[in-house]
């Protein structure tokens, strides 16, 4: 519990029960939570509040998460979104994913699932991963990892902040075959046990996005950076 104490969860959902047993489960473990039940107050409230976690619900009044999830990406807010979805067809995850969220769970979930998914995401953003370089150039690519700023050709790309971390950690490990069990365990901060599709998924996103001869799959293996 003591990693948890005075950390801020914003719970977006608009099933009144759901919210009861979230909050109370969230709040006995040490977190805060304030919850909203619209898009709309959503989007305003993770603009603007000091929130280290947004559980965010795909179908809501006023405006979908989806959407929600877009439009704090492209105001520039960067904490960590676990979306709570009950649809289960992976072009919705990957919907959620491309828009920014960090991780996504589908309903009906077990509570400590959610816990664990909640503490890898606060892990990993507490570690922050390996230490390198700020300032990384490859090919017509230019990363500055301090200011979260990506140019290529000279025309800024935009990198959700889990691309940016999954690109950070191939520069890190520039030449070297990384496993999908690997990037799961480093980059997003739990174990391999999950489907590792999620690592396929934001590899494709970030290869349309810098350039795909940078990230080299290595069949049966897993990646090589080489950039």
């Known amino acids: 519990m003591s990693e948890a104490l005075h950390r801020r969860i914003l719970l977006v959902e608009d099933e009144e029960s759901l919210v009861l047993t979230l909050t109370d489960r969230l709040e006995s473990e040490g977190y805060v939570v304030e919850s909203v039940g619209d898009g709309i107050t959503a989007l305003e409230k993770g603009s603007h509040g000091q929130f280290d976690l947004v559980l965010l619900d795909v179908a809501l009044p006023g405006k979908n998460g989806f959407d929600v999830c877009r439009d704090l990406r492209q105001r520039g807010v960067d904490t960590p979104i676990l979306m709570l979805t009950a649809r289960g067809q992976i072009v919705d995850r990957v919907v959620g994913l491309k828009l920014g969220a960090d991780d996504?769970?589908?309903?009906?979930?077990?509570?400590?699932?959610?816990?664990?998914?909640?503490?890898?995401?606060?892990?990993?953003?507490r570690t922050g991963g390996p230490q390198s370089a700020d300032a990384y150039a490859f090919g017509d690519v230019r990363v500055d990892f301090r200011r979260a700023v990506v140019t290529r050709n000279g025309t800024s790309v935009e990198l959700s902040g889990?691309?940016?971390?999954?690109?950070?950690?191939?520069?890190?490990?520039?030449?070297?075959?990384l496993s999908r069990d690997e990037l799961l365990d480093k980059v997003w901060g739990y174990g391999a046990t999950l489907a590792t599709r999620t690592v396929d998924v934001h590899i494709a996103q970030l290869r349309q996005k810098i350039g795909a001869e940078y990230v080299v799959?290595?069949?049966?293996?897993?990646?090589?950076?080489?950039g």
Do not use: C, N, Q, W
């Open 217 to 226: 799959t290595v069949h049966g293996s897993g990646y090589k950076f080489v």
């Open 104 to 125: 996504y769970l589908t309903k009906p979930f077990d509570m400590m699932e959610l816990l664990a998914r909640i503490e890898a995401l606060f892990r990993r953003s």
């Open 162 to 177: 889990l691309e940016l971390r999954l690109l950070r950690y191939f520069v890190e490990h520039r030449g070297s075959l």
